[in-house]
Nanobody
Framework: QLQLVESGGGLVQPGGSLRLSCAASGFTLNYYAIGWFRQAPGKEREGVSCISRSGSSTNYADSVKGRFTISRDNAKNTVYLQMNSLKPEDTAIYYC?????????????????WGQGTQVTVSS
């Protein structure tokens, strides 16, 4: 069974940090570009960041540039999203997704597999 599982979410104070993980089971992430997306209550799902198959290319939404860093460890079949300087507006369910292609995009269309999401809440 092909599956993506996100972990690492939680409650954090403004200015704090979290690291999200996206682990694959049933397939290898080496052949996939990976994206992170988020959906806040009452809002549409939006792209946050993505990383190419090789890891040599990354992309970020303007709202997270300079604060979030995406990386991948193909040996561990896992992709990470390091989130620093978190703000209340970062509160959302975060999803990872895999696209069977070399280059990545933070647009939702084109992703083949999706995880169930992990909740991130930024609040004092």
């Amino acid at each position: 069974q092909l599956q993506l599982v996100e972990s690492g979410g939680g409650l954090v104070q403004p200015g704090g940090s979290l690291r999200l993980s996206c682990a694959a089971s049933g397939f290898t992430l080496n052949y996939y570009a990976i994206g992170w997306f988020r959906q806040a209550p009452g809002k549409e799902r939006e792209g946050v960041s993505c990383i190419s198959r090789s890891g040599s290319s990354t992309n970020y939404a303007d709202s997270v540039k300079g604060r979030f860093t995406i990386s991948r460890d193909n040996a561990k079949n896992t992709v990470y999203l390091q989130m620093n300087s978190l703000k209340p507006e970062d509160t959302a369910i975060y999803y990872c997704a895999a696209a069977f292609q070399a280059m990545c995009s933070i647009h939702i269309r084109g992703y083949d597999y999706w995880g169930q999401g992990t909740q991130v809440t930024v609040s004092s």
